[in-house]
């Protein structure tokens, strides 16, 4: 069978690239079917976009064949494209074959009506076939692309990170071990601990939490660089935005401090949500209608605004002034809640914000210590509906604030660091960077509200399906 003569849907509805009265060739699969005595109606989708084409069948009882395609099933249908009587279609196939390639059996569970999401979760393998997770799909296609664009446009190169690590980034702890060795019998060192030396590695090894520490290493290098990668975390945090593997752009910039940092990180936003505008508008249109009602209004709004910054003791005061009953008490010290971030986005300062200069105590070795010794130039980047979408920091860069900001944070394994601060040690250079969490970024565009909506095969705790 010659398949590639086949038309797909998207030149036909998106492109607007095929003349009517043109013989044309679909292949997909039957979202809907309808037959009677005078006429059959079968809709399609090839997954190429979210409209089906409808092929119109005159004569039914001449090709018994109808009768049998069921919903779910794979066909391939010949017949001409002419311009649609009906309502809400522009065009449609007046069939005159078709070819049953693959039938579904009549449990399929993709029925037309709709599912929800949880339900859709348990059939993952079958989901991506529903119009939600078709165009979630498509959108996480085209933004990875977008990402591409943005920093290769400006001049970013993109490096890979490794995914097995023997680092502790963040420093929170929340690694997935790595390890060939017997569970049941683990070798042990002398004192009694486990002989990590007889692992696969020769040490202790993980899924890496960020691919920041050796990003920092190829800025130092090669200047600007951005990674885009599979990150792990084994928080035990059983929400809608937390996944325990989830991807992670992180730009790192050599030459840069704060404040560059902030303006990469708002034009890196706006940017994505004017892609999605400009090449996802079939997809967008679907989230807006049947997603989220207000997502239009306010993802326009926030390509109009001016992202606020607000430093950490003012968004604290702030919260401390405010009448809202929080769960979690506020003071200055204090690591923000999703509820507090919430807050400030959504209520307080009703649009994006940027909380910088960070109490040293909460956050990572890493972060340039400011004059005042009690705050690091660490910024979150907070959002409405999702709350924090990105961390980041300029970078400490010098090495003898760096050294003793490890003794002090009691790292006692910083001898294995000896490379990251060599990077300080070797022709320091001042820099910063920071995370985007990719499903963050497309549950922000597609108004979708759980991050396991987002990521076709989700892993999360006592979860890692198909
Ligand atoms: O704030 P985080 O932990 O920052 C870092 O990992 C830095 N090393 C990044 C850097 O400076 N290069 O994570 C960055 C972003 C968060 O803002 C969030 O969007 C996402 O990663 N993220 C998660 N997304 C989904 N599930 C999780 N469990 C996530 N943890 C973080």
Not at 62 to 75: E, Q, Y
Not at 215 to 237: C, Q, V, W
Not at 262 to 290: H, R, S, T, V
Not at 433 to 462: H, Q
């Amino acid at each position: 069978m010659d398949y590639k003569i086949r038309t797909k849907i998207a030149k036909i509805l998106l492109k607007d690239a095929v003349d009517v009265n043109t013989e044309i060739t679909i292949l997909g699969l039957v979202r809907s079917v309808r037959v009677s005595k005078e006429v059959a109606f079968i809709d399609v989708n090839d997954g190429s976009c979210i409209g089906n084409i409808q092929a119109v069948f005159a004569n039914p009882n001449t090709n018994p064949t109808l009768d049998k395609v069921t919903t779910g099933s794979s066909v391939r249908i010949k017949g001409k494209l002419i311009e649609s009587a009906g309502k809400g279609q522009k065009f449609e196939i007046e069939g005159h074959s078709v070819d049953i390639i693959g039938e579904a059996d009549s449990s399929y569970p993709l029925q037309k009506k709709r599912h929800s999401f949880e339900f859709l979760r348990e059939i993952a393998h079958l989901r991506p076939r529903s119009n939600t997770f078709g165009a979630v799909n498509r959108m996480r296609s085209k933004l990875a692309y977008a990402v591409h664009k943005f920093y290769q446009d400006l001049g970013f190169y993109y490096i890979h990170t490794p995914i097995v690590s023997t680092s502790d980034c963040e420093g929170a702890g929340d690694l997935f071990r790595v390890s060939t060795m017997d569970f049941k019998n683990m070798p042990k060192t002398k004192d009694g601990s486990i002989d990590w030396d007889k692992d696969f590695f020769g040490d202790e090894a993980y899924l890496t939490v960020s691919g920041q520490l050796e990003g920092e290493i190829m800025a130092t290098a090669l200047g600007d660089i951005y990674t885009f990668g599979p990150t792990f975390r084994a928080e035990n945090s059983n929400t809608a935005r937390h996944a325990s593997e989830f991807w992670m752009i992180e730009p790192e910039m050599a030459w840069a401090e704060l404040e560059d940092n902030m303006d990469l990180a708002e034009a890196f936003i706006k940017y994505l949500i004017n892609f999605a505008f400009d090449e996802c508008e079939d997809d967008m249109k679907f989230f807006g209608q049947w997603v989220d009602k207000e997502l239009f209004a306010s993802l326009e709004s926030v390509m109009k605004a001016e992202f606020e910054r607000i430093s950490y003791t003012d968004a604290i005061k702030l919260l401390e002034d405010s009448k809202e009953k929080f769960e979690y008490p506020v003071k200055w010290g204090v690591d923000m809640q999703t509820e507090h971030e919430r807050f400030l986005t959504e209520k307080a300062i009703k649009k994006p914000v940027i909380v910088y200069d960070y109490p040293e105590v909460i956050k990572p070795f890493y972060m340039y210590v400011n004059d005042d010794g009690k705050t690091v130039r660490g910024m979150d980047v907070l959002v409405p509906r999702v709350g924090e979408i990105i961390g980041g920091s300029q970078r400490e860069h010098r090495l003898d604030v760096l050294n003793d900001r490890i003794k002090k944070k009691g790292m006692d394994n910083m001898e294995s660091y000896y490379w990251y601060t060599d990077l300080r040690k070797y022709g320091t250079v001042p820099h910063a960077g920071f995370g985007l969490g990719f499903e963050r970024a497309i549950m922000y565009i597609t108004g979708m509200a759980n991050i396991r909506d987002v990521i076709s095969f989700p892993r999360v705790p006592r979860w890692a399906k198909f």
